[in-house]
Every structure is written in structure tokens, then in C-alpha cells.
């Protein structure tokens, strides 16, 4: 089990960026072997997943976010990140990281539903403006 804490929300006018952090604590060996995802819960909605990035590397997007954020990871730092570009009003949702063994289904490639994960940061508000 690790401890994550999130930084780095807050408000932004539509057009602009917003870099997420998720800084990993207590057990960060763990950390190394998991990969790790972004969520987001807009008001009234599900949470659903923005990114994932495997330990090999590999990352997977959903397709309202593809092409605009990115997300990587630093084990050197513990630390994982969300780099949002272009922002869009739809974006606004409460952002929350996570980390697991698993994060994408291994044949298709798909993002993992919130139901997976075992280790949650909190919530940081991101609010883009139109």
C-alpha cells in the first residue's frame, strides 16, 4: 500500500493548462511495480478514467482527453503526473490519482474502471471557464 497525495488544481480559463501532481509515500517499492491512472468525477457523474500508464510505459487515454493531456510517471521522485493542455470546460471534474498491479486490460488495451484500484489519492478541483 502507498499513500498519495495530489497537488496542483485549481482554475483556468478554457484554451489553457493545468499540470496535476500525485506524490507517493510509505511503501515506494510497491510504487515502482504499480502502474498508475488519473480519474476524474464531474458534479452528478461517474468517476471515470482520463489516463493510464503502465510500468513498461505504456499509457492509454480516453478519448475526450486524447491528444490533450498527458500523463508519465518519475519513480526516481515517487511522483506522477497529469499535464492538461487545452483545456475545455468539460473538463471540470474533481481529479483524483490512483495506483495498482493492473491498469489496463492486457488484450484491448481499455482503461480499468475505478473498481480496480486499491490505492486513491484525494480529490484536487479543476474548474476550466468558458
Known amino acids: 500500500q502507498v499513500q498519495l497525495e495530489v497537488s496542483g488544481g485549481g482554475s483556468v480559463q478554457a484554451g489553457g493548462s493545468l499540470r496535476l501532481s500525485c506524490a507517493a509515500s510509505g511503501n515506494l517499492y510497491s510504487f515502482r511495480r504499480y502502474c498508475v491512472a488519473w480519474f476524474r468525477e464531474a458534479h452528478g457523474k461517474q468517476r471515470e478514467a482520463v489516463a493510464a500508464?503502465?510500468?513498461?510505459?505504456?499509457?492509454s487515454y480516453a478519448d475526450s482527453v486524447k491528444d490533450r493531456f498527458t500523463i508519465s510517471k518519475d519513480n526516481d521522485k515517487s511522483t506522477m503526473y497529469l499535464q492538461m493542455n487545452s483545456l475545455k470546460p468539460e473538463d471540470t471534474a474533481m481529479y483524483y490519482c490512483?495506483?495498482?498491479?493492473?491498469?489496463?486490460?492486457?488484450?484491448?488495451?481499455?482503461?480499468?474502471?475505478?473498481?480496480?484500484?486499491?490505492?486513491w489519492g484525494q480529490g484536487t478541483q479543476v474548474a476550466v471557464s468558458s
Open positions: 500508464i503502465e510500468r513498461d510505459g505504456t499509457t
Open positions: 490512483a495506483a495498482e498491479y493492473l491498469c489496463m486490460d492486457p488484450v484491448t488495451g481499455r482503461l480499468g474502471t475505478a473498481r480496480w484500484y486499491s490505492n
